[in-house]
């Protein structure tokens, strides 16, 4: 079955620490791998994605994501977290090469920013 | 204006009302979605159309009606909703193969 897991629920992260957000799939095909991020109240907004090639792809706002194929990982990491990064935290994954067809969303990751 | 629109933002209704969820991208995109969104739960893709027609139900019960007059606009008609339909719901578009969604802020439903 396919499948997005975001095995923590909820982060919390010092300001100016690093972050890494995990994400695990089970897909059949050649994925596509999205990151979103919702801040309260507020639509998904894409933060990266990777289609093939480099496995490091760069994001908006400092983010980053690592594609393992072995370990059917992709998490997102960033150096140094800012206090606007809290918000909620989606992973998914599709299908490469069709259009019109669903996103598999995880259940998403609470980030919370101490001072 | 640029990207995803919905309206309206938030919106309660009984449960005999009638109403509609707009959402019009701006894009110049091919495919148009609905999804709903729960507390607790991952994200539900509800409809999905592809050059204005629909390719996907999924399993959405028929109180829930879907209209894309064109490849801009994506209606979701409401008719007797239930109290457990309260969420928030999402538009999003994307374009050819790339399969990247676009999503627009949402309208937060309450059913009374």
């Known amino acids: 079955a396919q499948s997005v897991t975001q095995p923590d629920i909820h982060i919390t992260v010092s300001e100016g620490a690093s972050l890494e957000l995990r994400c695990n799939y089970s897909?059949?095909?050649?994925?596509?791998l999205f990151w979103y991020v919702q801040s309260p109240g507020q639509g998904l907004q894409l933060l990266l994605k990777?289609?093939?090639?480099?496995?490091l792809v760069q994001g908006i706002k400092g983010f980053e994501a690592e594609f393992k194929r072995s370990q059917s990982s992709f998490n997102l990491r960033k150096p140094s977290v800012h206090w606007s990064d809290a918000a909620e935290y989606f992973c998914?994954?599709?299908?490469?090469?069709?259009?019109?067809?669903?996103?598999?969303f995880g259940k998403g990751t609470t980030l919370s920013v101490s001072s | 204006e640029t990207g995803v629109t919905q309206t309206p933002r938030h919106l309660v209704m009984g449960m005999t009302n009638k109403k509609s969820l707009k959402c019009e991208q701006h894009?110049?995109?091919?495919?148009m979605y609905w999804y709903k969104q729960s507390a607790k739960k991952p994200l539900e893709l509800m409809f999905v159309?592809?050059?204005?027609?629909?390719?996907e139900n999924n399993s959405v019960p028929s109180r829930f009606s879907p209209e894309c007059p064109n490849s801009s606009h994506l209606f979701l008609h409401l008719h007797t909703l239930q109290p457990e339909d309260s969420a928030l719901y999402l538009c999003?578009?994307?374009?050819?193969?790339?399969?990247?969604?676009?999503f627009g802020p949402g309208t937060r439903l309450t059913v009374l």
């Open positions: 999003a578009s994307s374009q050819g193969q790339s399969n990247t969604q676009y």
């Open positions: 159309y592809s050059l204005e027609e629909r390719v």
């Open positions: 894009l110049g995109h091919n495919a």
């Open positions: 897909y059949g095909a050649t994925p596509y």
């Open positions: 998914a994954v599709g299908a490469q090469g069709q259009a019109g067809t669903a996103l598999i």
């Open positions: 990777y289609f093939s090639g480099d496995t």
